[in-house]
Nanobody
Framework: QVQLVESGGGLVQAGGSLRLSCIAS????????MGWYRQAPGKQRELVAD???????NYEDSVKGRFTISRDNAKNTVTLQMNSLKPEDTAVYYC??????????????WGQGTQVTVSS
């Protein structure tokens, strides 16, 4: 089994910062891409940022220059540093991890979600 645990999130004023972390644990052989998605009320879930095993990053246009995604392969952790937050960043944020288990099965798991609320 593989589990994801998210932490971080909360309420912050516009212009503030938050840091989200997601730790993967269990029978993991390797992790490929790790990413963060968000879903605002009434909207579809969208990619915020992701990072490959080679640490190539990709960002949604509205967060470029404000958010930074990073990973620690030794700890199977992905982090999203969010600066200069805007009210439109308000959403539930989910981490997603894709990899292979020790018994050779591919997996794609979602975290439980963490609320980020940015007040104006």
């Amino acid at each position: 089994q593989v589990q994801l645990v998210e932490s971080g999130g909360g309420l912050v004023q516009a212009g503030g910062s938050l840091r989200l972390s997601c730790i993967a644990s269990g029978r993991i052989f390797s992790i490929n891409a790790m990413g963060w998605y968000r879903q605002a009320p009434g909207k579809q879930r969208e990619l915020v940022a992701d990072i490959t095993s080679g640490e190539t990053t990709n960002y949604e246009d509205s967060v470029k220059g404000r958010f930074t995604i990073s990973r620690d392969n030794a700890k199977n952790t992905v982090t999203l540093q969010m600066n200069s937050l805007k009210p439109e960043d308000t959403a539930v944020y989910y981490c997603n991890v894709r990899g292979t288990t020790t018994w050779g099965k591919s997996f794609s798991l979602w975290g439980q979600g963490t609320q980020v609320t940015v007040s104006s």
